[in-house]
């Protein structure tokens, strides 16, 4: 299956999930070639033409800006640029986040408004079908003149055939990737550098990517919470219809519903409780989980219109004969919804972690640490203090970056978004309350096989996914190695239908 970008239509989280599942390659269509052949012939038109200096065309960059560049240094300018910013350190950007980033910078460009070459344009989708990954470091964008250094690292090899790539499962010179398919390094023209290293697509990557793991975590969470509020004995009220309508916040209303049909069915949950309240974290879960997804989904909002822009510097207006230099690279949209979404679903673990607190308290029937012979054993004693210590990770990590700024380029860009450093810890945050979520289920899952032993059932639906769970990860009778069962409920997690 191919998906064509296509400047016509709207490339969505829900398209971007579709092309990542089922692998598909990336083409261009017809009208996007139109758009980016034209654009390109109109600033070679313009350069002609137009004896005033055209920032980043015919100029210098950033604080260099008043220093004009002859026509045949040009190119050379272009090259230089992509050499002296790929300065990335660090750790390495995953490989499903370096797909993406060439994902959306073709889709940058299939607008018309940049005026890369073609031939450049479809060199980044060849590396995306060919599953070529230049090596990319987390570390260097400060997030406003565009992702400069990871782009540049970016479109390094992919570009100008220099530095390293992924390719056949092991990192290698990329010179070994362009003999064996015959390519050849690209020669930049004008405003070709600059447009490959402006823009948002490091950024926007990592939010697509973190997003896309929040929806999920999401609607995991709901499910864990279902199958902990009945190993809890906990109570079925405070996720009534009625009163939320009271307070009809959508993501409230939405996730109490998905706690009532999980639950839809279960003896546990229908008998008599002794208990008046549950505490905060299974009672006041619905307002919890609720805030996270309506959060999620305007952050979703605002990167859906990120990725169908285009955020390099300067747009080239054909139709309207303009070149303009403004600021659609700062990535200030981007840096305040990732620290945004990253406090909604480090909150999403927080209340997990809660949770799984209760189960192990010896409350309700349950026995000490979820074991039989507490003392002898220390059950699951452990696997709540590594729950705690993740999310107190966590909540370390949504120290907001978007409030941050040192200013470069000789004071040129004086405020900058540090939304590069926003969306790796957000990226970090996700990773960790899936495996928050995932102690939870351990804990959950142990917990409901007591309850078992009172001969009570929960739910069909809880009781098919305990089954499930169980193929990988079975009950714990006296003190056995926990970390394994922690890794194979984060598996379980990361391969759940949906």
């Not at 993501?251 to 999980?262: I, P």
Request: proline residues 4%; charged residues 20%.
């Amino acid at each position: 299956m191919t998906y064509q970008f296509n400047p016509e239509e709207r490339l969505t989280l829900a398209k971007i999930q579709e092309i990542v599942d089922k692998k598909m390659t990336l083409a261009l269509s017809e009208e996007a070639k139109r758009r980016i052949e034209k654009c390109r012939a109109y600033l070679n038109h313009k350069m002609e033409s137009q004896k005033e200096p055209i920032y980043g065309v015919t100029t210098g960059f950033g604080s260099l800006c008043n220093i004009s560049i002859s026509k045949e240094q040009l190119s050379q300018l272009q090259k230089n640029l992509v050499m002296s910013h790929a300065c990335g350190v660090g750790d390495e950007v995953p490989a499903e986040v370096v797909r993406l980033m060439l994902l959306l910078k073709a889709q940058n460009f299939c607008f018309g408004y940049s005026g890369a070459q073609l031939q450049t344009v479809q060199r980044l989708i060849d590396c995306y079908n060919e599953d070529v990954l230049p090596v990319v470091y987390q570390q260097g964008s400060l997030g406003a003149s565009g992702d400069l250094c990871p782009l540049a690292n970016l479109m390094l090899p992919a570009i100008l055939g220099m530095g390293e790539v992924y390719w056949k499962g092991r990192r290698c010179d990329v010179t070994e990737v362009y003999r064996a398919k015959g390519w050849q390094p690209i020669e930049l023209q004008s405003k070709e550098g600059l447009a490959l290293l402006n823009g948002t697509q490091f950024m926007s990557s990592y939010a697509v990517w973190s997003l896309l793991k929040a929806m999920r975590l999401s609607r995991q969470a709901d499910m864990v919470l279902s199958l902990s509020l009945d190993a809890f004995d906990g109570r079925i009220e405070p996720f009534y219809e009625s009163l939320h309508m009271v307070r009809p916040h959508k993501g409230q209303l939405e996730t109490a519903a998905a706690v009532r049909e999980m639950l839809e069915g279960s003896e546990i949950i229908k008998r008599h409780k002794e208990h008046v309240q549950d505490p905060y974290s299974f009672r006041c879960a619905p307002q919890v989980h609720g805030a996270a997804k309506d959060t999620i989904r305007y952050v979703a909002s605002v990167v859906e219109t990120e990725i169908n822009s285009t955020t390099d510097n300067p747009i080239v207006l054909p139709d309207e004969d303009m070149v303009i230099s403004g600021g659609h690279f700062h990535g200030e949209p981007l840096a305040m919804v990732l620290d945004f979404l990253a406090i909604a679903v480090a909150e999403l673990g927080a209340i997990s972690e809660r949770r799984t607190y209760q189960l192990i308290d010896a409350k309700r029937g349950l026995p000490s640490f979820l074991v039989a012979k507490p003392g002898l054993n220390s059950g699951f004693m452990i696997p709540q203090y590594a729950a705690a210590a993740i999310v107190s990770q966590s909540k370390q990590l949504c120290t907001p970056c978007s409030v941050d700024s040192i200013p470069s380029s000789q004071n040129q860009e004086d405020l900058v978004s540090m939304g590069g450093n926003a969306a790796t810890k957000c990226y970090r945050v996700c990773e960790n309350t899936e495996r928050v979520l995932a102690i939870e289920l351990f804990n959950a899952a142990q917990a409901l096989d007591f309850r078992h032993q009172e001969g009570l059932k929960s739910s069909p639906k809880v009781e098919k996914m305990v089954g499930d769970y169980r193929k990988m990860v079975n009950f714990v009778d006296i003190d056995e190695i926990m970390y394994k069962h922690i890794h194979s409920s984060v598996k379980f997690l990361q391969e759940m239908a949906l």
